[in-house]
């Protein structure tokens, strides 16, 4: 079966995408399944000129929008690019954004399609202060659900919690399967280590919808009450500096140690003892479960699939989300006790490995991948699974 994961991004990009789509190729490469990446560089910018038409709804009452005009220009390029580059038939792509599913049915009429949401476009911008909850900006991107439902072959997404966010939006949507992301476990490597002074680390764009503003407030919390730790924050983003800043004022800026991006923190993750990232929206969270794989104790807000990943006080803590006072006390709990911290951290990468091995995620795709190909003929039992050693 020959497969395309369409991607918007290239997948050297951050994100719960690039956690896992490049890691298929290696799970599905075998006589009987041939995949390829597909995505839009970041050089290609204003190519497409031709119009575009929705079926379900006009974007066009949406058109004074600058972030709108952005959207669609950016549909013209991915499609300007996808029929330039694309010149040999599929039998099933599986499609990655909202744009690239739309896209990808013009382009290939006639071939099954497959997309994932992976999170939602519309709540980040709300809560990263570039939307207004109700403006047409948030109109023009939830009609996206309805028109990808009525185009494309199967609606997916990666947790319950998203599923129901999208329920209003589309008209079928018990019809929507959740796969939650998968991660090869090879790529994790917990490596035992006794740090006197714990290490709290986090990975996340820097921008508001991640509450590295609740998480900072908290450290402060923790500093006045007498508490040694250090403070790894892994990524960049346009919250930065302002972030820098708050950190100076909280007077935690030596305790606190600004990475900018980094392409594998997986390799030295496991270093750290506890993951905290207070989220005020996850549609998933893939960095909890990367965190958990590296053995270390997770602490998270009761929000979206992080909720969903986390079972409070057993694999590890969950509080409410822009309460910095509750999210220093659940820190208190994991610093003073690191026969706690453990027992947290094991139950976690048990509950990782069990549910968000890259092989249970491949054996799922594989049987709905030839769900939507049914003509194409099961030669052996070895096409419908991954190695014992994969699934291990």
Known sequence: ????????????????VSSMIPYLQERFSSARWEMELFSLPKRIRNKGKDDVVFETFDWTIYGESPIVQKYIQTYRDYRWWAKLRLTKPYDLIHSHHPLVGL??????????????????????LILNGKIEDGSMEQQF????????ELRTDRLMTVSQSFKSYLTPYVDYAERIVVLPNGFDEKRFKPIPHENEVPQLMTVCRLVPAKGLDTLLKACAILKQRGHAYVLHIIGDGPSRTELENMARELG???????YG???????????????????????????????????????????GGIAEQIEDGVNGLLVPPDHEQELAVALEKVITDPSYRYELART???????HYSL???????????????????ITSMTDMTVSQSDSE
């Open 1 to 16: 079966m020959r497969l395309l994961q369409a991607l918007f991004f290239p997948p050297e990009q951050p994100g719960g």
């Open 103 to 124: 896209v990808m049915r013009e382009v290939f009429p006639d071939t099954p399609i497959i997309q994932t949401i992976h999170s939602s476009y519309e709540r980040e």
């Open 141 to 148: 991107l939830i009609s996206l659900y309805r028109e990808l």
């Open 252 to 258: 935690i800026y030596e305790d606190t140690i600004f």
């Open 261 to 303: 991006y980094t392409l594998h923190p997986e390799e030295f993750m496991p270093f750290f003892d506890i993951f905290v990232l207070p989220s005020r929206a996850e549609a998933f969270g893939s960095v909890f479960a990367e965190a958990a794989l590296c053995w270390l104790a997770l602490v998270g807000t009761d929000v």
């Open 348 to 354: 976690g990468w048990e509950k990782a490995k069990n």
């Open 359 to 377: 092989g249970h995620v491949v054996n799922e795709l594989k049987k709905l991948y030839l769900e939507c190909v049914p003509e194409e003929p």
